[in-house]
């Protein structure tokens, strides 16, 4: 029996059928986790080595290149990239998509175990980590309207525990604010009169501050545990040690130093809109859902703020406001274009009921959908929300296409019950197959190897569950509802039908179109040969991006200061950038990490609705403002939530050997760079060190002397800039005690000459008897990828599309660069990532245009009829570049997504027309059954259209928070899909016609062959 039958014949049963994946999706609903995008996996790896008081160079050679030989034997090894500094090596694999990141670990564990012997016994064990989203803060809180000191124990005693106990926070990191620090600053004229060394005092402070067990006694009956209590209790406990000399004498540890309670030297400031203050990064626990923790927060926030009036308590970054704004929009969208959708039903169908039964379709199937995310472990995000956004109008179209012919059957005279079962039984086989088709096309994008296919999976299930569970509606709850509401109205019957004057419009321009249909078929592919031609010569403007910008209402400002800036001038620039753009109105909050030769400046907007400009122009009126700061770099960068796994949108590689050549060529790339129109925010991945002092120490010398290398470099370190020895707890607070010289022994190079290094007699040495010391200069980073040294300039575009910019870089590049034969030039960033996405998309369109062609010859059990219908394929392709063109957008992955939908959706109405003419070509000849069936599809196939175009208008449109991301694919589709509507009511009969007459006499002449007929 026919599921369209036993709908009809069990409604009870039916009905409470679809109740039960009501009620199930809206339980699923409220459980569904909320995010911004799905959970993507990053196929990156991170190896972290640290090598103490290894220069650039020496880390490059000793640490990082075998750790480079080593991994890159790695199975689904992409891209190998590395970067040493002073001290430190960071290894970052780029892994192929789809590989198990746990097996790759556990590989890389392997090899490191195998080289470990091979790093210097200095450098510590390499750590291996993955790339953690999440590690991200979810919130920042900024604290102002106290001193720095005052701040910073509130945050730490108060605020910091307040919010670490909340259900789904991981941590609330400080930052900003002044630390308490104990400082003996200590003479070394004395240390050498009484011929102590620091190491002497450094162990006296740690063995006289000692907790510790001394077993039990027994008092009694009971045994008692016994204790010795001699930490430092005050800092007067330190001042009143006694240091034994090499003589033998004691002498009070304050005749030799001076012991400062005060704080750690300033190495950061942080500011909240002008003043002071104290900093909070909230991050989540990896499983907590980011909107409920942000909204825990909030509440405790919100509470603080009563208990500290006296302070200016502000959330400055909240992750989760912007996901809460984008889904709240992308849902207002969904439901503007329902309610767009059900008003073109009744515009058409002029029937309550047809109405109400169709709308039905909407609710059902989406709450179906939702039930099937839940059990797939989908969450809601604006991919998989935009999904069924995208999908609201395509829902109702079986239900039309069912409802029309029912309808269509009662106005010939069926009852309700043998019309609902004639009717949906005769299109079953055209809703299935449209369904199958549109469905089809995600299938291609699984085979898509990049972010690409981790981001649009979720959107291509959430799509085919509403579309299947549309399907099951159309062909179950439709008929049943019609066999019991359907009404229609007594003058309403076929012959009515047929002779309405739009109908009769068509069918007269269709006689026409068929009696010139070779004309017709010429000037078609006349049109396409200019039109291809236009794109690929450029006549017709289409650019191109890698994704759309989502205005977030955030700018980071990145200030690099000039040669050893201290904090104080670090500092200074910092409130001449805020002077200058504190006026912008568009502006709510700016924060400020000052550091020594940098800042960072984190800007947050006003609501979208408040104000007249976005992200994007409010970032250049910065650019502009701080341009004529002389002396810092100042790079300004408006935040999106859609970026690839570059940082950056331009990028011009130089590879070679040599450093010095690789920063020459990289500054005049850079130079080139800056002529070109659009290009904003160019920075040099390599960077001449600052200036600083070399002290290459004398081993032979070192070890007549009695030292080690490792003695040597650990004394001067605590000499010069201070040594944690031990702490001081105080009232549960724990207070860093530093060893270090006084002030005047450590701050000039004669200081640094004439630094004295005591041996275990008490005789010193100089260390300039130990080392030669003078100037130097290096690089502050060396960075390589697949183990070559190269130079990234990076810069981003503003005003001008990606694919457009690259063009003239690459072209700039090639005529004016000139780079010697054993130096290279790449280019990476977004607009590498467009090219490899593109490349990808453009297989998986054709493996879908081709996956349709398939379905369709199941189907119609042709090879012939599916050609037929492939034609509506160029002409909506058309149709989507018109449409990017009128609306001034650039094609994008999303568009290119588009595209790829829009294959499974226009071949839908040609199905319904196709299927229906040759049913009607069982009873009359080819013209006749054109010419009768095409304005019997009409109507469905104008419906089905302009409800997929309406409800996907809000989207198209841009309404919202978030809403660029999904508007090329909404505008993509909706052009596509109305260009070839309205050629396909002509071009597809006309190319049957030509077709089907010349597959006949094919097929004649064939008879006449093999059966000599």
Same mark, same amino acid.
């Given at each position: 029996?026919?599921?369209?039958?036993?709908?009809?014949?069990?409604?009870?049963?039916?009905?409470?059928?679809?109740?039960?994946?009501?009620?199930i999706?809206?339980?699923?609903?409220?459980?569904?986790?909320?995010?911004?995008?799905?959970?993507?996996?990053?196929?990156?790896?991170?190896?972290?080595?640290?090598?103490?008081?290894?220069?650039?160079?020496?880390?490059?050679?000793?640490v990082?290149?075998?750790i480079?030989?080593?991994?890159?034997?790695?199975?689904?090894?992409?891209?190998?990239?590395?970067?040493?500094?002073?001290?430190?090596?960071?290894v970052?694999?780029?892994?192929?998509?789809?590989?198990?990141?746990?097996?790759?670990?556990?590989?890389?564990?392997?090899?490191?175990?195998?080289?470990?012997?091979?790093?210097?016994?200095?450098?510590?064990?390499?750590?291996?980590?993955?790339?953690?989203?999440?590690?991200?803060?979810?919130?920042?809180?900024?604290?102002?309207?106290?001193?720095?000191?005052?701040?910073?124990?509130?945050?730490?005693?108060?605020?910091?525990?307040?919010?670490?106990?909340?259900?789904?926070?991981a941590?609330?990191?400080?930052? *900003?604010?002044?630390?308490?620090?104990?400082?003996?600053?200590?003479?070394?004229?004395?240390?050498?009169?009484?011929?102590?060394?620091?190491?002497?005092?450094?162990?006296?402070?740690?063995?006289?501050?000692?907790?510790?067990?001394?077993?039990?006694?027994?008092?009694?009956?009971?045994?008692?545990?016994?204790?010795?209590?001699?930490?430092?209790?005050?800092?007067?406990?330190?001042?009143?040690?006694?240091?034994?000399?090499?003589? *033998?004498?004691?002498?009070?540890?304050?005749?030799?130093?001076?012991i400062?309670?005060?704080?750690?030297?300033?190495?950061?400031?942080?500011?909240?809109?002008?003043?002071?203050?104290?900093?909070?990064?909230?991050?989540?626990?990896?499983?907590s859902?980011?909107?409920?923790?942000?909204n825990?927060?909030?509440?405790?926030?919100?509470?603080?703020?009563?208990?500290?009036?006296?302070?200016?308590?502000?959330?400055t970054?909240?992750?989760?406001?912007?996901?809460?704004?984008?889904?709240?929009?992308?849902?207002?969208n969904?439901?503007?274009?329902?309610?767009?959708?059900?008003?073109?039903?009744?515009?058409?169908?002029?029937?309550?009921?047809?109405?109400?039964?169709?709308?039905?379709?909407?609710?059902?199937?989406?709450?179906?959908?939702?039930?099937?995310?839940?059990?797939?472990?989908?969450?809601?995000?604006?991919?998989?929300?935009?999904?069924?956004?995208?999908g609201?109008?395509?829902?109702?179209?079986n239900?039309?296409?069912?409802?029309?012919?029912?309808?269509?059957?009662?106005?010939?005279?069926?009852?309700?019950?043998?019309a609902?079962?004639?009717?949906?039984?005769?299109?079953?086989?055209?809703?299935?197959?449209?369904?199958?088709?549109?469905?089809?096309?995600?299938?291609?994008?699984?085979?898509?190897?990049?972010?690409?296919?981790?981001?649009?999976?979720?959107?291509?299930?959430?799509?085919?569950?509403?579309?299947?569970?549309?399907?099951?509606?159309?062909?179950?709850?439709?008929?049943m509802?019609?066999?019991?509401?359907?009404?229609?109205?007594?003058?309403?019957?076929?012959?009515?039908?047929?002779?309405?004057?739009?109908l009769?419009?068509y069918?007269?321009?269709?006689?026409?179109?068929?009696?010139?249909r070779?004309?017709?078929?010429?000037?078609?592919?006349?049109?396409?040969?200019?039109?291809?031609?236009?794109?690929?010569?450029?006549?017709?403007?289409? @650019?191109?991006e890698?994704?759309?910008?989502?205005?977030?209402?955030?700018?980071?400002?990145?200030?690099?200061?000039?040669?050893?800036?201290?904090?104080?001038?670090s500092?200074?620039?910092?409130k001449e950038?805020?002077?200058?753009?504190?006026?912008?109105?568009?502006?709510?909050?700016?924060?400020?990490?000052?550091?020594?030769?940098?800042?960072?400046?984190?800007?947050?907007?006003?609501?979208?609705d408040?104000?007249?400009?976005?992200?994007?122009?409010?970032?250049?009126a910065?650019?502009?403002?701080?341009?004529?700061?002389?002396?810092?770099?100042?790079?300004?960068?408006?935040?999106?939530?859609?970026?690839? *796994?570059?940082?950056s949108?331009?990028?011009?590689?130089?590879?070679?050997?040599?450093?010095?050549?690789?920063?020459?060529?990289?500054?005049?790339?850079?130079?080139?760079?800056?002529?070109?129109?659009?290009?904003?925010?160019?920075?040099?991945?390599?960077?001449?060190?600052?200036?600083?002092?070399?002290?290459?120490?004398?081993?032979?010398?070192?070890?007549?002397?009695?030292f080690?290398?490792?003695?040597?470099?650990?004394?001067?370190?605590?000499?010069?800039?201070?040594?944690?020895?031990?702490?001081?707890?105080?009232?549960?607070?724990?207070?860093?005690?530093?060893?270090?010289?006084?002030?005047?022994?450590?701050?000039?190079?004669?200081?640094?000459?004439?630094?004295?290094?005591?041996?275990?007699?008490?005789?010193?040495?100089?260390?300039?008897?130990?080392?030669?010391?003078?100037?130097?200069?290096?690089?502050?980073?060396?960075?390589?990828e697949?183990?070559?040294?190269?130079?990234?300039?990076?810069a981003?575009?503003?005003?001008?599309?990606?694919?457009?910019?690259?063009?003239?870089?690459?072209?700039?590049?090639?005529?004016?660069?000139?780079?010697?034969?054993?130096y290279?030039?790449?280019?990476?960033?977004?607009?590498?990532?467009?090219?490899?996405?593109?490349?990808?998309?453009?297989?998986?369109?054709?493996?879908?245009i081709?996956?349709?062609?398939?379905?369709?010859?199941?189907?119609?059990?042709?090879?012939?009829?599916?050609?037929?219908?492939?034609?509506?394929?160029?002409?909506?392709?058309?149709?989507?570049?018109?449409?990017?063109?009128?609306?001034?957008?650039?094609?994008?992955?999303?568009?290119?997504?588009?595209?790829?939908?829009?294959?499974?959706?226009?071949?839908?109405?040609?199905?319904?027309?196709?299927?229906?003419?040759?049913?009607?070509?069982?009873?009359?000849?080819?013209?006749?059954?054109?010419?009768?069936?095409?304005?019997?599809?009409?109507?469905?196939?104008?419906?089905?259209?302009? @409800?997929?175009?309406?409800?996907?208008?809000?989207?198209?449109?841009?309404i919202?928070?978030?809403?660029?991301?999904?508007?090329?694919?909404?505008?993509?589709?909706i052009?596509?899909?109305?260009?070839?509507?309205?050629?396909?009511?002509?071009i597809?009969?006309?190319?049957?016609?030509?077709?089907?007459?010349?597959?006949?006499?094919?097929?004649?002449?064939l008879?006449?062959?093999?059966?000599?007929?």
């Amino acid at each position: 029996m026919k599921i369209s039958n036993l709908s009809v014949d069990r409604p009870v049963a039916i009905t409470m059928i679809i109740l039960v994946i009501v009620l199930i999706g809206g339980v699923a609903l409220t459980m569904l986790p909320l995010e911004l995008t799905p959970d993507i996996e990053m196929p990156f790896l991170m190896i972290t080595t640290s090598y103490s008081g290894g220069s650039p160079e020496e880390v490059e050679e000793l640490v990082t290149r075998p750790i480079e030989q080593s991994v890159a034997t790695l199975d689904g090894l992409d891209t190998l990239s590395t970067t040493s500094r002073e001290g430190f090596s960071w290894v970052m694999l780029r892994l192929n998509y789809g590989t198990d990141l746990t097996e790759a670990k556990n590989d890389l564990r392997d090899l490191m175990a195998e080289i470990e012997n091979r790093l210097p016994d200095s450098a510590e064990t390499p750590r291996i980590r993955n790339f953690d989203p999440n590690a991200e803060p979810i919130m920042e809180i900024s604290i102002a309207g106290m001193e720095a000191e005052q701040l910073k124990t509130i945050a730490e005693d108060s605020i910091q525990p307040e919010l670490e106990k909340i259900n789904g926070v991981a941590a609330a990191e400080i930052s *900003g604010g002044r630390e308490r620090e104990i400082k003996i600053n200590i003479d070394q004229n004395l240390l050498e009169a009484y011929q102590i060394s620091l190491d002497q005092i450094a162990s006296v402070i740690r063995a006289s501050n000692q907790d510790g067990g001394l077993g039990s006694v027994m008092v009694g009956e009971e045994e008692i545990s016994v204790r010795a209590q001699g930490e430092f209790e005050i800092v007067d406990d330190i001042r009143n040690l006694k240091i034994r000399t090499s003589a *033998g004498d004691e002498i009070p540890l304050t005749l030799i130093s001076k012991i400062e309670d005060s704080y750690k030297d300033v190495s950061s400031i942080s500011y909240l809109n002008g003043r002071e203050s104290v900093g909070l990064s909230i991050q989540k626990q990896g499983d907590s859902n980011i909107v409920s923790v942000a909204n825990e927060v909030e509440t405790a926030v919100e509470n603080l703020k009563q208990s500290y009036s006296d302070l200016e308590i502000v959330i400055t970054s909240n992750n989760a406001e912007y996901i809460k704004d984008s889904l709240a929009s992308v849902q207002q969208n969904f439901i503007i274009g329902g309610i767009l959708a059900v008003i073109i039903l009744y515009l058409f169908l002029r029937n309550i009921s047809s109405t109400i039964v169709i709308a039905t379709a909407i609710p059902t199937s989406i709450l179906a959908t939702f039930a099937i995310m839940f059990f797939t472990d989908l969450s809601i995000n604006t991919i998989t929300l935009g999904g069924i956004a995208l999908g609201v109008g395509m829902i109702v179209d079986n239900s039309i296409v069912v409802l029309e012919n029912i309808y269509r059957k009662r106005a010939k005279g069926l009852d309700r019950f043998k019309a609902a079962k004639a009717g949906s039984s005769e299109v079953t086989t055209a809703i299935f197959a449209s369904t199958l088709t549109t469905a089809a096309v995600f299938i291609p994008i699984v085979f898509v190897e990049d972010m690409m296919a981790e981001l649009f999976t979720p959107m291509a299930l959430t799509v085919s569950f509403s579309l299947f569970a549309s399907l099951l509606v159309a062909l179950t709850f439709i008929p049943m509802l019609s066999s019991k509401a359907l009404k229609i109205s007594h003058n309403e019957n076929n012959n009515a039908l047929k002779d309405k004057k739009y109908l009769n419009f068509y069918q007269n321009i269709l006689k026409k179109a068929l009696k010139n249909r070779y004309k017709i078929l010429v000037g078609l592919i006349v049109f396409f040969i200019f039109f291809g031609s236009g794109i690929y010569f450029g006549f017709i403007p289409i @650019t191109t991006e890698y994704m759309p910008a989502s205005d977030q209402g955030s700018i980071r400002v990145y200030v690099s200061m000039p040669d050893n800036s201290t904090i104080e001038r670090s500092d200074q620039i910092a409130k001449e950038i805020y002077n200058q753009i504190k006026e912008i109105k568009e502006i709510e909050n700016v924060t400020a990490r000052v550091n020594n030769g940098r800042a960072r400046f984190s800007i947050e907007l006003i609501t979208q609705d408040q104000r007249q400009q976005d992200v994007e122009a409010v970032a250049e009126a910065i650019r502009n403002k701080t341009a004529a700061i002389a002396g810092p770099r100042i790079n300004v960068a408006a935040q999106s939530s859609m970026r690839g *796994g570059s940082g950056s949108s331009i990028e011009v590689k130089i590879s070679g050997s040599d450093l010095e050549t690789l920063l020459n060529y990289g500054e005049n790339a850079e130079r080139l760079l800056n002529k070109i129109e659009g290009i904003r925010n160019t920075d040099l991945s390599l960077e001449r060190g600052n200036p600083e002092i070399h002290v290459n120490l004398n081993r032979r010398e070192i070890q007549n002397q009695g030292f080690t290398e490792r003695e040597i470099i650990t004394y001067a370190e605590m000499a010069l800039d201070g040594s944690t020895v031990d702490q001081l707890t105080e009232a549960g607070e724990e207070i860093d005690i530093i060893i270090q010289l006084a002030e005047a022994d450590r701050r000039s190079l004669n200081n640094l000459r004439n630094l004295k290094i005591f041996k275990a007699n008490g005789d010193s040495v100089l260390l300039s008897q130990l080392a030669e010391i003078g100037p130097g200069s290096g690089f502050s980073a060396i960075e390589r990828e697949n183990q070559q040294r190269y130079i990234t300039v990076s810069a981003d575009t503003f005003e001008r599309a990606l694919g457009e910019v690259q063009q003239d870089v690459e072209k700039i590049m090639a005529a004016e660069l000139n780079l010697p034969t054993n130096y290279l030039l790449s280019y990476g960033g977004e607009a590498q990532e467009m090219d490899e996405s593109f490349s990808q998309l453009i297989i998986a369109a054709v493996m879908a245009i081709l996956l349709v062609y398939m379905v369709m010859a199941a189907q119609f059990e042709s090879l012939i009829y599916p050609f037929v219908i492939m034609f509506t394929v160029p002409l909506s392709a058309a149709g989507a570049v018109i449409a990017l063109i009128i609306t001034g957008m650039s094609l994008s992955t999303y568009g290119m997504i588009g595209a790829i939908m829009l294959v499974g959706i226009v071949v839908n109405n040609a199905i319904v027309m196709i299927d229906y003419i040759n049913n009607r070509k069982e009873k009359m000849n080819r013209r006749e059954a054109i010419l009768e069936a095409a304005p019997i599809r009409l109507r469905p196939i104008l419906m089905t259209t302009l @409800t997929t175009v309406l409800a996907m208008m809000p989207l198209a449109v841009g309404i919202g928070t978030g809403a660029e991301t999904q508007q090329p694919l909404a505008v993509v589709v909706i052009g596509g899909l109305l260009f070839s509507t309205i050629l396909t009511l002509i071009i597809i009969p006309v190319v049957y016609d030509i077709v089907d007459e010349f597959r006949n006499k094919v097929v004649n002449y064939l008879r006449k062959i093999v059966h000599n007929e």
